[in-house]
């Protein structure tokens, strides 16, 4: 009879995230992995190829838990109220994941599958959508996981040196997204769209 497996694959997954976590990406190696679910290295390669292989797959679950939160969070269909639930689901995990969070936009750490990917894109391309219309759609989408997550990564790094209140701050920008973006959807008399000249 076989002997009984000691640790699972979800197991050492969550023990690397756990690490990075606590100590950062760079105390993420396969001995304290290792340790931190109770077997020799040579078990643990069983379950896992790789250090790098290990990141993508942490990579790939906070971007999928993510995924979920953000679209528990949307789905009022009005416009204004989905760029909140977004940007509020979105702020909201990466202050509970400060570790990992990065991992979603360092692809040399944590390259996701293309379908995970398309995932992750899909939510906050449908809030654009219903901002700035579905010709605008993705530049919207950049748009707004760029100023998310430039935001975020300032708060965790505690970059807002300025003073001043930093939630009113997000608030504002949330408002003026919102309205800039709306206004963006409807056609300006007299302007040419690029895509009309076949220019991208």
Same mark, same amino acid.
């Given at each position: 009879?076989?002997?009984?497996?000691?640790?699972?694959?979800?197991?050492?997954?969550? +023990?690397?995230? +756990?690490?990075? %976590?606590?100590?950062?990406?760079?105390?993420?190696?396969?001995?304290?992995?290792?340790?931190?679910?109770?077997?020799?290295?040579?078990?643990?390669?069983?379950?896992?190829?790789?250090? +790098?292989?290990?990141?993508?797959?942490?990579?790939?679950?906070?971007?999928?838990?993510?995924?979920?939160?953000?679209?528990?969070?949307?789905?009022?269909?009005?416009?204004?109220? %989905?760029?909140?639930?977004?940007?509020?689901?979105?702020?909201?995990?990466?202050?509970?994941?400060?570790?990992?969070?990065?991992?979603?936009?360092?692809?040399?750490?944590?390259?996701?599958?293309?379908?995970?990917?398309?995932?992750?894109?899909?939510?906050?391309?449908?809030? &654009?959508?219903?901002?700035?219309?579905?010709?605008?759609?993705?530049?919207?989408?950049?748009?707004?996981?760029?100023?998310?997550?430039?935001?975020?990564?300032?708060?965790?790094?505690?970059?807002?040196?300025?003073?001043?209140?930093?939630?009113?701050?997000?608030?504002?920008?949330?408002?003026?997204? &919102?309205?800039?973006?709306?206004?963006?959807?409807?056609?300006?008399?007299?302007?040419?769209?690029?895509?009309?000249?076949?220019?991208?």
């Amino acid at each position: 009879m076989p002997a009984k497996a000691r640790t699972s694959t979800e197991a050492v997954v969550a +023990a690397g995230r +756990a690490i990075i %976590e606590r100590d950062g990406l760079a105390a993420l190696t396969m001995l304290a992995v290792a340790e931190a679910v109770g077997v020799k290295g040579a078990s643990l390669y069983k379950r896992v190829p790789s250090r +790098a292989a290990l990141v993508t797959m942490i990579a790939e679950q906070v971007t999928l838990e993510l995924v979920d939160e953000v679209e528990s969070a949307i789905g009022s269909g009005d416009p204004a109220h %989905e760029l909140r639930a977004f940007a509020d689901a979105f702020r909201s995990f990466a202050h509970r994941n400060p570790g990992t969070y990065p991992l979603l936009f360092d692809p040399d750490q944590g390259a996701v599958s293309p379908e995970v990917r398309e995932r992750s894109a899909a939510a906050v391309r449908r809030v &654009a959508a219903a901002l700035a219309g579905p010709e605008h759609e993705l530049s919207a989408a950049r748009l707004l996981t760029a100023w998310a997550h430039g935001f975020v990564s300032m708060e965790l790094a505690s970059a807002f040196q300025l003073g001043g209140d930093v939630d009113q701050a997000w608030e504002f920008a949330l408002d003026r997204l &919102a309205a800039a973006l709306v206004v963006t959807a409807r056609p300006v008399a007299g302007r040419v769209s690029r895509t009309r000249t076949g220019r991208t």
